[in-house]
């Protein structure tokens, strides 16, 4: 597939959409969205074409030409560090270009005939531009460390979905989308990786220039009560703010996320010391979620609200047994999720049904601890019932952008595995495509 005429299209689009402005502040806003889509594209597809090239300079550059390797004659010492040199990038990104162009590049066999790519599917992705180079790789890096375990079919729809869902997603929800899968291709692996992680958990106390440097680095288990305690503490913060009747009083809290983050650790360590202190949580709870068959088996893994990465079951089980830590069990026997119009605020069985389905923030992804559940049809002018397929969690931010942007939310299906969907507004996009929200975002086995 020859990657020129699709990086001409591209320069063809980007050239097209700019048209009739010297420099950005002469596009319109529809011009400057037209714009960055374009852009998107073009450099996409660039970067497939590049990592083509970075690959083929690899295998000219390879070890046993001694002298005649193409990066000596140049005089550099790999193919990363002439990689590096003339796209001015760092010798990780180089190596990153070499291993994505080397897993999508066309094979021979031994008689020379020729053979699709390893991943043929992310060849096609990259080639559309409809995947970042970067998120190949976090894609084929997990590919390949699950190759063996998982076996050849497996790999291959693993790597057809994350193609799919991967397609016009940030890097940080890419890994996110990852860490699941690996969680789906090599459950048996979880555990080892969280005791890896565990003994390397550490918080060291340094005092310098009258301050006081606190560094955690903190596994999964051990970091869910701290980062759901923290950020509910924010959320309660913010929501006071929100209430005060007079917000620009010069005494008025201004306190940033991180100062919050400082007087909560504070506060709740003086909690310890004083029991008898209140401390303000906007209904901060960690909730551990696993299937019903993971847990009688003791195998797979868990999710932990707020938390990008699974946990082992052995992890979830500790978790469950301590104070202040839901387990939700998929599948077992539950409260009663749908009160019509006998109540108009939700219940908190339907805020943790809800959270399981929508993750937190169905459109922006914060934790549920952050979020607040909103009738999609208004209680009071849309007369909407207080029921699961009536609910979706939103943070106060797409809360407002929902009803003053006039985006629409439709869910498709019933309880905890309904899908939701965003339907922008048209000048947004005229097609109104529905955008995928909630946890099927991430979800890998959805």
Same mark, same amino acid.
């Given at each position: ?24 502040? @002469? #596009?319109?806003? !529809?011009? &400057?969205? =037209?714009?960055?889509?374009?852009? %998107?594209?073009?450099?996409? *597809?660039?970067?497939? +074409? ?105 790999? @291959? #729809?693993?790597? !057809?979905? &994350?193609? =799919?869902?991967?397609?016009?997603? %940030?890097?940080?929800?890419? *890994?996110?989308?990852? +860490? ?111 299937? &019903? ?6 195998? %797979? ?146």
């Amino acid at each position: 597939m020859s990657k020129l005429p699709g990086l001409i299209e591209a320069v063809s689009r980007l050239d097209q959409v700019w048209a009739g402005a010297d420099d950005a502040t @002469g #596009l319109s806003r !529809e011009q &400057l969205i =037209a714009v960055d889509q374009a852009i %998107g594209v073009l450099r996409r *597809r660039l970067d497939a +074409a590049h990592a083509d090239v970075a690959a083929r300079i690899a295998y000219e550059s390879r070890t046993e030409l001694g002298a005649g390797s193409l990066a000596k004659e140049h005089g550099f010492r790999t193919a990363a560090k002439l990689l590096a040199a003339t796209g001015g990038v760092s010798s990780g990104d180089a190596m990153r270009l070499v291993r994505v162009g080397e897993a999508t590049a066309p094979r021979t066999d031994l008689l020379g005939a020729k053979l699709p790519a390893r991943y043929e599917v992310l060849r096609e992705a990259l080639a559309s531009g409809a995947l970042s180079v970067a998120a190949a790789g976090s894609i084929v890096g997990l590919l390949d460390r699950c190759r063996v375990v998982a076996g050849v079919e497996r790999i @291959g #729809l693993a790597e !057809e979905t &994350l193609a =799919a869902r991967c397609a016009g997603l %940030g890097l940080d929800d890419v *890994r996110k989308l990852i +860490a699941r899968a690996e969680a789906w291709l090599d459950p048996d692996g979880v555990e080892p990786k969280d005791e890896e992680r565990r003994a390397k958990r550490s918080c060291t106390i340094v005092e310098r220039d009258g301050m006081v440097h606190l560094h955690a680095v903190l596994d999964a288990e051990t970091a869910a009560p701290v980062v759901t305690a923290l950020r509910g503490y924010v959320s309660a913060a913010f929501a006071a703010r929100k209430d005060a009747p007079n917000p620009d009083a010069p005494d008025a809290d201004r306190r940033t996320v991180p100062m919050l983050q400082a007087d909560a650790l504070a506060m709740f360590c003086a909690h310890v010391l004083d029991c008898e202190s209140r401390v303000p949580l906007a209904g901060a709870t960690v909730v551990v979620r696993l299937t &019903l068959d993971d847990l009688q088996s003791g195998s %797979g893994s868990a999710t932990i609200d707020g938390m990008d990465h699974p946990v082992n079951i052995g992890a979830a089980r500790r978790m469950a047994a301590a104070g202040g830590v839901i387990p939700w069990v998929c599948g077992g026997k539950s409260e009663i999720l749908d009160w019509g119009r006998e109540k108009r605020l939700f219940t908190r069985a339907q805020r943790l049904a809800l959270a399981e389905r929508d993750c937190g923030c169905a459109m922006c992804g914060l934790p549920p601890g952050m979020t607040k559940a909103h009738h999609i049809r208004w209680w009071t002018r849309d007369h909407g019932p207080t029921d699961l397929s009536n609910g979706v969690l939103l943070c106060e931010t797409c809360h407002h952008r929902i009803h003053d942007n006039g985006w629409e939310i439709r869910v498709d299906g019933t309880g905890v595995t309904a899908r939701v969907w965003f339907i922008p507004p048209a000048y947004v996009d005229p097609a109104r495509t529905p955008r995928t929200g909630g946890r099927h975002r991430f979800d890998i086995a959805a």
